[in-house]
């Protein structure tokens, strides 16, 4: 017997199928899919970029903080740009790697415990006016970093933006509006991002620490310092940002002492956020891979076996999304060597001849405790602020909000005289840490439409501050498919086959859920159950 | 709540397994009665299905729903916090067999003296611009409507504390002591807790915890899934769905809707923590297609989230609220997978059971255990809720 109501009637229309689908066309992704290929596989590589200029307008993928200057609305400029700044991209159309730029994956999907219906590993596709599934034999996850937001007063203004966005913007694009710009933070990739940044011809005018030192690789430092005071910048150690000056523009930062005392006026017209950098694990969330918060690889990562391999048995995870330490982000032949690595172990698997190639290196102990430097940050920039600016953009939500677990300022609520209103975290706790999910629930405090790629880390050091806990004690916030945000006439795209049409149900069609109860029969068969009617579920 | 604390006693007169709308609510109307109540939840409150449907309160097929209906209006002053509720709601179809299946509820709705409108596109577009010209038509009833279940859930819970009642979070239950037929003590993996009585309303679980007493509740859990868009402007109503979907606009504008296939999922492991959100499928496609038919105007909006709740279903899919055969002072409570919206009613019918023995409201004698007492034991197979072969699909 089967429910024709249940997944025993839904088949998934895939548009294509690949051998090996790659995410993400970066030194990981892209040597993957090249090792993959020559060896004679049948390789898509998908990368989002370019994203449209109005996407990236949502920051998208990354924070671009309305930084890209007016190049990024040429999208035929753009993609000739990733195709100049990346050597491998020529590599791998030689290989026969079917590589589609401007196109997204919104989701990866997989059969496991609790979802049987699923034919395989697939992922779920968009170029902006298409969408689509594809099945996947493996799949290869290289879906890069992110930068953590601040939320210091003014961070919300155009022209501020992440680390990485920048870099990106200028090295990938010669595509980044500011021209002088502030450096927040000074960990290994604040200070290879003011490197790069320098090399396109950027302007630090100074980079601003709350620590009383430089916290990343001292030689590096050293370096960045030299090239600094060459440029007549300066190292601000012991600052916090306070606020941005100007209108439309960005035309200054006021950085303040952490100690007190008189503040600094820096004219500039952007501001560079790179208090950290964090692996992009949201498809490999979404799909239910294990993550763990994993220090040495910069935050929450996937816990992998060797070659890149993640809980789901068909899924590799490569390069920056797989961890990010500091020799890494400064030598890309580490994130190239993990591609290769995890083609090499499919290749294998699947009975091909695979390159002899050894395991990549891995993380050596952290340098630094990422927990202790990110609350440093959260508790020196944004709650020790004299005004509240908002951790979460999309809803509004202040650091205050968060902590206290207002309910959203649209619903006006005022607790009813005589009510009890300590209705704070710690009453919600009992003994356990405090989940960002829980919060996000009850503030809305990441639930807009950048998906948390803005508030996520900020929110769990917030909690992490007032908990007293590390970040490592911390649940990571749920990812949840679509990962980027997909327009509902896209997603319709994806073909609904006949028998989901036929037996498409509001509710489980039980007709017997939906008898008023004064029809119900005193005794229950499954022989003499109600059948056949259609139903009206409400 | 720190149950490891000394000052703490270990145990309460009334123990309730199961954080999640319905134990929470019947812990909160155990606590203003004045009884002594522990909520236990294996992992955090309204973490399961509680917090992950889609806020409808429009059951009248439940005897609940006259309680339910007169309690909507009052509970974010009897709770403390806004549970978002908004009265209302209007199905639209998008063709003549729709018209005609949402047309069957009518007979229901008259006896039961609730008003209900048939609406033609013009006034539905009135109540729902987002339909543009896609309606067909559709019907408004003005009773039910939906609610926020996130902030209802945490205000029950914040509600039962402000009357003295404990919640212990990360709990999860073992075994039970009983003796001469009446448990005496709930086992858990932070300790024994004793009681006078126990109710048993852990969703998906429930049906393992009454089988640690000897007792069968026969049930099967399922996963099914949502998505919600980003917000658009608030529609004159908001408490709006058709064409297979279910679900509301919240009020801060998103698209919040479910509906479609639902998997069958095998037993969960006894005191089992829930996993932090099982897994969604591309079945979110569906869901926005369907949600596009009936607001076309909303094609642009995109979708930001998708997700699954596992909720379980007795064989008739109508709810379980009686004392287990064998065990007088346990208790079970499943709402059969629509809890929510019912929540409010099926706090205070478990309240009125603990505390009077019966139901001062509603003839609560289909919720009877007894019904299924003539159920083919291999019922499951029978009715096709098996979960699929790995990879057979």
């Known amino acids: 017997m089967k429910d024709e109501k249940s997944v025993a009637s839904a088949r998934l229309t895939l548009a294509e199928r690949a051998e090996l689908l790659v995410i993400g066309a970066g030194p990981a992704g892209l040597s993957a899919a090249i090792t993959a290929a020559e060896a004679g596989m049948q390789v898509v590589l ?9 996407v990236m307008g949502d920051d998208v993928p990354l924070h671009f903080g309305q930084g890209a200057s007016g190049v990024a609305r040429n999208s035929a400029a753009m993609l000739e740009a990733i195709i100049e700044s990346e050597p491998l991209i020529e590599r791998a159309f030689e290989a026969g790697v079917d590589l589609r730029l401007g196109v997204a994956a919104w989701g990866l999907y997989a059969n496991g415990p ?25 799949v290869i996850v290289a879906s890069g ?52 940044l320098m090399a396109c011809g950027v302007e630090i005018a100074a980079i601003v620490e709350q620590a009383s030192a430089p916290v990343g690789p001292p030689a590096l430092a050293a370096e960045v310092a030299s090239l600094l005071s060459s440029t007549g910048g300066e190292m601000l150690c012991g600052h916090v940002p306070r606020g941005v000056a100007g209108g439309e523009a960005v035309t200054g ?26 692996p992009v694990v949201d498809l490999l969330g979404a799909m239910g891979c294990d993550l763990a918060f994993q220090a040495e690889r910069g935050g929450y990562a996937p816990l992998l076996g060797p070659s890149g391999r993640t809980s789901v048995a068909s899924v590799h995870a490569v390069g920056d999304c797989a961890g990010i330490w500091p020799k890494k982000s400064a030598d890309r032949a580490i994130a190239e060597a993990e591609g290769a690595r995890a083609a090499a172990a499919i290749l294998t698997e699947t009975g091909r001849a695979a390159p002899s190639l050894p395991e990549p290196e891995l993380p050596g102990p952290p340098a630094l405790d990422l927990s202790a430097y990110r609350t440093a940050w959260m508790r020196a920039a944004v709650i020790d602020a004299p005004c509240g600016a908002h951790v979460c953009q999309c809803e509004e939500v202040t650091a205050r909000e968060i902590l206290e677990l207002r309910p959203p300022r649209y619903l006006g609520w005022a607790p009813p005289e005589g009510t009890n209103d300590e209705r704070s975290l710690a009453r919600l706790l009992g003994e356990g840490p405090p989940n960002p999910d829980q919060v996000k629930r009850l503030t809305r405090a990441g639930m807009g439409p950048c998906q948390g790629r803005r508030c996520r880390e900020q929110v769990a050091a917030l909690l992490a501050l007032q908990s007293g806990e590390t970040l490592a004690q911390i649940p990571l916030a749920g990812y949840r498919a679509p990962v980027r945000p997909l327009p509902l006439a896209i997603a319709a795209q994806i073909p609904e086959v006949e028998e989901m049409r036929a037996h498409w149900e509001v509710w489980f069609g039980i007709p017997s859920q939906w008898r008023p109860w004064w029809e119900h029969p005193g005794h229950y068969t499954s022989a003499g159950r109600e059948r056949g009617a259609q139903v009206n579920s409400e | 709540m ?8 270990r145990g309460a007169d009334v123990v309730i397994i199961g954080g999640g709308v319905t134990g929470l609510s019947a812990g909160w109307w155990l606590a203003q009665s004045g009884v002594d109540v522990m909520v236990l939840e294996a992992g955090l409150v309204a973490f399961g299905a509680s917090g992950r449907n889609g806020g409808g309160c429009t059951h009248f097929q439940s005897p609940l729903f006259k309680e339910e209906q007169r309690l909507w209006p009052m509970m974010d002053e009897l709770l403390g916090h806004p549970t978002e509720f908004c009265r209302g709601r209007l199905r639209i179809a998008t063709d003549d067999a729709q018209m005609a299946l949402y047309g069957t509820s009518q007979p229901t709705m008259r006896r039961l003296g609730y008003a209900c409108e048939q609406l033609d596109a ?26 926020n279940p996130h902030r209802t859930a945490q205000g029950y819970a914040w509600a039962l504390q402000d009357h003295g009642g404990r919640i212990a979070q990360h709990c999860r239950v073992t075994g039970f002591v009983v003796e001469g037929g009446q448990v005496r003590a ?78 069958w999922l095998g037993d ?89 023995g019966t139901c001062s409201f509603a003839d609560l004698s289909t919720f009877r255990l007894a019904r299924f007492d003539r159920l083919e034991p291999d019922w499951r197979e029978m009715q096709g809720w098996t979960p699929l072969i790995q990879g057979a699909a």
């Open chain 2, 268 to 356: 969960p492991e006894p005191g089992e923590a829930p996993r932090p959100g099982p897994p969604s499928s591309p079945l979110m496609a569906h869901i926005g297609r369907r949600l596009m038919e009936i607001l076309p105007k909303a094609a642009h909006l995109r979708i930001i989230r998708s997700w699954a709740g596992k909720i379980e279903n007795t064989p008739d899919g109508a709810p379980v609220i009686d004392w287990l055969p064998g065990c007088d002072n346990a208790l079970v409570a499943t709402m059969s997978s629509v809890g929510f919206g019912l929540s409010p009613a099926s706090g205070h019918a478990i309240r009125d059971l603990v505390i009077d």
């Open chain 2, 2 to 9: 720190q149950i490891n604390d000394p000052d703490t006693p």
């Open chain 1, 114 to 138: 609790e979802m049987r219906w699923l034919p395989g590993a697939v992922a779920g596709l968009t170029d902006g006016a298409q969408g689509w599934m594809l099945g996947a034999d493996h």
């Open chain 2, 122 to 147: 013009a006034q539905i577009r009135e109540l729902a611009p987002l339909a543009g010209d896609a309606a067909h038509g559709g019907y408004f009833y003005d009773v039910g409507g939906h609610a």
């Open chain 1, 145 to 196: 970093r992110r930068d953590m937001g601040l939320a210091f007063p003014g961070w919300e203004r155009p022209g501020v933006m992440g680390a990485t966005a920048a870099v990106t913007l200028a090295r990938r694009y010669q595509a980044l509006a500011p021209r002088r710009v502030v450096l927040i933070g000074t960990g290994a990739e604040a200070l290879l991002a003011a490197r790069e």
């Open chain 2, 186 to 263: 709930v086992q858990t993996s932070r300790g024994e807790i004793s009681c006078q009585k126990v109710v048993i309303a852990a969703g998906p679980q429930t049906g393992a915890l009454a089988a640690m007493l000897g007792a069968s509740v026969p049930m099967v859990t399922a996963r099914a899934e949502m998505i919600v868009t980003e917000p658009a402007p608030l529609m004159p109503l908001t408490g709006v769905d058709g064409n297979g979907l279910y679900g509301r606009q919240t009020l801060r504008g998103n698209l919040a809707y479910g509906g479609g296939m639902h998997e």
């Open chain 1, 253 to 278: 930062l006021t950085a303040a002492p952490v100690a007190g005392g008189a503040v600094r006026e820096i004219a500039c017209d952007g501001v560079i956020l790179g208090v950290g950098v964090t």
């Open chain 1, 46 to 54: 998908v990368d989002e970029n370019p994203v449209p200029f109005e």
